[in-house]
């Protein structure tokens, strides 16, 4: 990657970073709050084992009927690891459940009208990023990576559903070696902040054991 690139990917990391830093400052306390155990809005972080999913499935498990929008890309013959790592989340859903399978999570949840639960939004970014253009650095990759994000975080906000949200807690690791890593790791870290400002539960789950965000 040349340092052009670099630049232009560290300009997109510093201009999410802000815009959640400033949906952050600008958060108001809505009313008739809700908990995650009422309904509403609930967003699942943690490190990778950390039981996050697990936990999500036992929220969402009190409802009737799910969508379970898988939101990673789909499992290949050429990564026989990842094929394994979707088959066990595969396996342990309830057979009621209804799962999406797709890298459009703003238009699922949109359409959703049952419970959703989204799983999870590391591996969607990856994915964004990856049909952005980001790595490559193809004209007008930023653009088409805001108007994304932009638009699964209004749908969020607007979501008419109960809603649950799976994503990787990062940055209280190692600092990535690559330019692509660290800006992975700070534009989640902007998108988790603006899905927080309008979830009405935030939970982090630490080594098995969840903690109340707020």
């Known amino acids: 990657m040349t340092n052009d690139a670099k630049r232009r990917l560290a300009e997109f990391a510093a201009r999410r970073l802000e815009a959640a830093a400033s949906a ?3 958060r108001g306390q809505p009313a008739n709050r809700v908990n995650d155990v009422d309904g509403g809005k609930t967003l699942v972080l943690g490190g990778v084992r950390s039981g ?20 990673g890309m789909p499992p290949s013959d050429d990564d026989p690891e990842w ?63 805001d108007e994304r994000l932009g638009a699964f975080a209004d749908a969020w906000r607007q ?19 690559s330019a692509s890593g660290r800006i992975f790791r700070d534009v989640l870290g902007a998108l988790n902040t603006a899905v927080a400002t ?10 098995g054991r969840v903690l109340n965000l707020e």
């Open 198 to 207: 309008h979830s009405d539960a935030v939970r982090l789950i630490v080594a």
């Open 159 to 177: 979501a008419a559903v109960p809603a649950i949200a799976v994503s990787n807690e990062v940055g209280s690791g190692v600092v990535p070696a």
């Open 83 to 145: 094929s394994a790592r979707v088959a066990a989340h595969r396996a342990r859903r309830p057979s009621h459940w209804t799962t999406v399978e797709t890298g459009d999570v703003t238009a699922a949840l949109r359409d959703a009208e049952s419970p959703v639960l989204i799983d999870c939004l590391g591996t969607w970014l990856t994915r964004v990023l990856d049909e952005s253009g980001a790595w490559e650095q193809r004209d007008g990759w930023q653009q088409r990576v």
């Open 24 to 26: 952050l400052r600008g």
């Open 52 to 71: 996050k999913s697990r936990y999500a499935e036992d929220l969402a498990n009190r409802y009737p009927a799910v969508t379970y929008v898988a939101a």
